[in-house]
């Protein structure tokens, strides 16, 4: 059974920096597309970085693009997500998700499989 486990959330201010790990366990990983979204309070969750696993093909939303990283460490199984020039706006509950079958970078909810619990991440003005 796929697990994924999001840690390195926290209380910055605007414009510092923080990185999230996503730790999976279960399977090996590497036809899959790993993702990070967030939710703010009272939003829907959003796409903000996807990664596949073999090859390491990223992409971002336009709202963290030039700001955001996705990678990923294979030895470790571990995907991470640098966050620097951190903004109030980007203040969410960050998931990490999973993706077991297809060759795209997906940006959808709906086309993930599984889902870790979420690390919450403030910026503060």
């Known amino acids: 059974q796929v697990q994924l486990v999001e840690s390195g959330g926290g209380l910055v201010q605007a414009g510092g920096s923080l990185r999230l790990s996503c730790a999976a366990s279960?399977?090996?990983?590497?036809?899959?597309?790993m993702g990070w979204f967030r939710q703010a309070p009272g939003k829907e969750r959003e796409f903000v970085a996807s990664?596949?696993?073999?090859?390491?093909?990223?992409y971002y939303a336009d709202s963290v693009k030039g700001r955001f990283t996705i990678s990923r460490d294979n030895a470790k199984n571990t995907v991470y997500l640098q966050m620097n020039s951190l903004k109030p706006e980007d203040t969410a509950v960050y998931y990490c998700?999973?993706?077991?079958?297809?060759?795209?970078?997906?940006?959808?909810?709906?086309?993930?499989?599984?889902w870790g619990q979420g690390t919450q991440v403030t910026v503060s003005s």
């Open positions: 998700a999973a993706r077991a079958y297809g060759s795209s970078l997906y940006d959808d909810t709906r086309e993930y499989d599984y």
């Open positions: 279960g399977r090996t990983f590497s036809g899959y597309t």
């Open positions: 990664i596949r696993w073999s090859g390491g093909n990223t």
